[in-house]
């Protein structure tokens, strides 16, 4: 049985911390292949600073093709063709019912797990996906309820970086240049593109 471990995420814009930890987990051996899967919508997000899910979707294969790993891992587009906004149930019941013979778990920071009892149908999800969290700067580790001990593993060596697509966004915004912070091709994709309203100095 092949394992999948899906990353979500709106990758608005996807930058190295992301693909750091893509590549920290496939090394770690807890899957045979990792989906970064590009959603359309987050229901617990602002869409306002939000660029089209086609560029989303392209900046994240410009960013794997450089990876080390980039035979494991994946982007996907599966959330593109489900309604909007995305819920983590109905994408893996759509998986579920596509690739039946394959084993799903879900890899998040803990600022996003610290949500999951919000979540759609949390506790079908828990039964059947185990999720895989790494640490992110000032979002201290959640204390998991027993019912959850189980289907929750920390990966405890995970890169810590203080790194995020909303100050990246602002920098951008502003005209700073910093494509040291972002895969190779991706600050040139956004560039060229005129996304984020970057300056056009650099």
Known sequence: MKRVLLYFGSFNPIH??????ANYAMASGIADELWLVVSPQNPFKPTDSLVSATDR?????????????AEQIVVSDVELHLPIPSFT???LETLWESYPEYQFSILMGSDNFASVGKWKESARILA?????????????????????????HRLTEAPLLEIGSTRLRKMLFDGQYI??????GVYHYIKTHGLYRINDKH
């Open 57 to 69: 979707v392209e900046m994240a294969r410009l960013a794997i093709e450089q990876s080390d790993l």
């Open 179 to 184: 494509p040291a912070l972002l895969p190779p």
């Open 89 to 91: 149930i109905q994408t």
């Open 128 to 152: 059947r996906c185990p999720l895989y969290v790494y640490d992110r700067p000032g979002c201290p580790f959640a204390e998991v309820p027993v019912e959850m001990a189980v289907a929750v």
């Open 16 to 21: 190295i911390g992301h693909t750091a930890i």
